[in-house]
Structures are given as C-alpha cells and as structure tokens.
C-alpha cells in the first residue's frame, strides 16, 4: 500500500469515527425528535430555549404583557397561513413580517414560504440518500463536526455534544455538501441550519436551508 493508499484509509476511518460518535451520543438516550417542544420545567431555561447558569427570577410584568401579546398575535398568523392565497403576497403579511414572527408559529410559517412541501414532492428520497452518501464521501467532516460543537451550545437542543440535534444538524450538512457540490460547506451554514432545527424537523430544515440559499 503506497503513501496515497495510506492516507486515504486513514480518512476513511476518521470520516467513520467521527460519524460513530454522533451515533453513539444520538443513542446514549436521546429520542428522535419530529421538531420544537415546549421549554416548560426547566427554571433555568429562558423562552428562547437558552440555559442559564442559575435559576432565572419570576416574570416583570413587562415581560408577562409581551407573552400575552404574542399569543394574541399568533392567532392572527394562524388565520393568515388558513386563508394562504389570499395573504401570501399581501401588504399585510409583509407589515406583520416586519413587527415579528411570533415563535410559535416560525415553523409552519417557513414551510409555505419556502416551500418546503413543494420541494420535498419533488424529491421523494433524495434527502435520505443524500444524507447517506455523505457520511461515506464527505470531504469536509472536520470541519463540519468542529463547527457544530461550537453551533448553539447555550441552546437546551444543543448543549449536548453529540446528542439528537447535533446529529440532525450533521445530517443536514453532509447532505447539503452533496446537494450542493460547488459550493459544498462554509462555516456559516451550520449556524443557519440549526436555526432552522428549533422550529423544522430535520428534512423540512435541509429543504428550507436549500430554498433560503437558493433564493
């Protein structure tokens, strides 16, 4: 086996290495997540999901009013994704754009605006294979894996190294390196696609990170 044959191998077994950890972690007890679940019980955990050192005071008032308001204000966005072709190119949906996207409704909000649905009809199965290849050819694993456990770390979906959103956001990077070969992977692609993660499940968070890159 000469020098070249050498290297390659040992690649290989770290690009497998590498993929194993994410395995092992994902498996130490972590289900499979379909997308965001409540905060609730934790009191350390603010309302955008970031732990906290210490246990976090009693809502202000303010900050009890800004809650209501946001609940009051999604209700306005569910009847908007209700009546769709009506607000799709709407004044009004870019006004409320621009006030804010109540959290809530992030998720399915960015399904029609992507387009998640209509590309995933598309490509029936092209994101499993994507993903699978990737973890046997990827080019950039190092990186990836490097950049992904600095991605989100105070995040309660995060803070686990190697754990189930982790994993999902290794998925999704692999398979966008074969998605898209020319461009391949750049730093801040991990932090997009975990965005994503907080409110998609991992395959409408690939779709979505490809629409966003796309457009």
């Known amino acids: 086996m000469d020098v070249v044959e050498v290297a390659g191998s040992c690649w290989a077994q770290e690009r497998e290495d590498i993929i194993m950890e994410y395995e092992k972690g994902h498996r130490a007890g972590l289900s499979e997540d379909n997308g965001p679940k409540a905060f609730g019980g934790y009191n350390n955990v603010d309302h955008l999901g970031i732990v906290h050192e210490t246990e976090l005071p009693p809502l202000t008032a303010r900050e009890a009013k800004q809650i ?16 769709w072709e009506k607000y799709k190119s709407s004044r009004k949906l870019i006004d409320r754009a621009y006030k804010g996207m109540p959290m809530n409704i992030r998720g399915p909000m960015w399904s029609v605006l992507l387009n998640i649905e209509e590309m ?7 994101y499993q294979i994507m993903k ?19 991605t989100l770390r105070k995040h309660i979906f995060f803070k ?33 696609a975990a965005l994503f993660l907080l409110y998609l499940p ?5 779709w979505a990170l490809v629409q966003l890159l796309a457009s």
């Open 120 to 126: 995933k009809l598309k490509n029936p199965g092209r």
């Open 68 to 83: 209501r308001r946001e609940i009051g204000r999604k209700s306005k966005w569910v009847d908007m994704l209700g009546d």
């Open 202 to 206: 991992e395959e409408d968070a690939f």
């Open 132 to 150: 699978e290849k990737g973890k046997r050819s990827s080019e950039h694993i190092q990186r990836i894996d490097r950049d992904i456990s600095g």
């Open 160 to 192: 686990d190294r190697y754990g189930t959103k982790q994993r999902e956001l290794l998925h999704i990077l692999l398979a966008y390196e074969e998605y898209n070969q020319e461009v391949g992977y750049c730093r801040d692609l991990s932090h997009i």
